[in-house]
């Protein structure tokens, strides 16, 4: 079983839909959950940092943690056009593990 | 807004070559990583260095690696002999807090590594 997991997409939604992003993983040390953008042939940008389980919003981002079910989401509400990236999931025991990220088009 | 700088972007060498890759982290992080992402892959981590030495490695991270902090704002990664296979996308990061209390670890643009 890999570390972590997610699901490449691509996902495509129309702009203003509700995007669900996940991630599970099987290492149970893993305290911290990041969530990284990335854009084609650029560097992952940190949105959302979660310690443990337990949700937290930034603007149209939430980001959930659920350690008993080993999961993880991000949602981003109102997506636009400028969403439109390669979306990361990582997590943190020693060093950053990343899941292979989904990439999501939003289109107008 | 402070940011992780990489030089070169972009880096053509020959296999056999060693090549050398440079990242000034942001001025008040301690701790520096190097990851590296082949194309249509994941983004896989290779080291982390702390106060001037490795902290942790991956597998990946042979003796055809290394990293070095020569002065008080550059961190390079050397790659000797080089190989078709180290084709990738080379990130470094940096982040004030050590792994064990990982939160926020900021990513340079990269450097596009073509060995041909």
């Known amino acids: 079983q890999k570390e972590v997991e997610q699901d490449p997409g691509p996902l495509s939604v129309p702009e203003g839909a509700i995007v669900s992003l996940n991630c599970t993983y099987s290492n149970s040390a893993f305290q911290y959950f990041m969530w990284y953008r990335q854009y084609s042939r650029k560097g992952p940008e940190l949105l959302m940092y979660?310690?443990?389980?337990g949700n937290k919003e930034d603007g149209r981002f939430t980001a959930q943690v659920d350690k008993s079910s080993k999961y993880i989401s991000l949602f981003i509400r109102d997506s636009q056009p400028s969403d439109s990236a390669t979306y990361l999931c990582?997590?943190?025991?020693?060093?950053?593990?990343f899941g292979t990220g989904t990439r999501l088009q939003v289109f107008p | 807004e402070p940011e992780v700088t990489q030089t070169p972007s972009h880096q053509v060498t020959q296999m056999g070559q060693e090549v050398i890759l440079r990242c000034v982290p942001i001025?008040?992080?301690?701790?520096f990583y190097w990851y590296r992402q082949i194309l249509g892959q994941k983004v896989e981590f290779l080291v982390s260095?702390?106060?001037?030495?490795?902290?942790?490695k991956s597998e990946i991270f042979d003796d055809q690696f290394s990293v070095e902090r020569p002065d008080g704002s550059n961190f390079t990664l050397k790659i000797r002999s080089t190989k078709l296979e180290d084709s990738a996308m080379y990130f470094c990061?940096?982040?004030?807090?050590?792994?064990?209390?990982?939160?926020?670890?900021?990513f340079g643009q990269g450097t596009r590594l073509t060995v041909v």
């Open positions: 990582a997590m943190s025991a020693k060093k950053l593990i």
């Open positions: 260095f702390y106060n001037n030495e490795i902290s942790e």
């Open positions: 001025s008040n992080h301690l701790y």
């Open positions: 979660t310690y443990s389980s």
């Open positions: 990061a940096s982040a004030k807090r050590g792994p064990e209390m990982s939160t926020e670890a900021f």
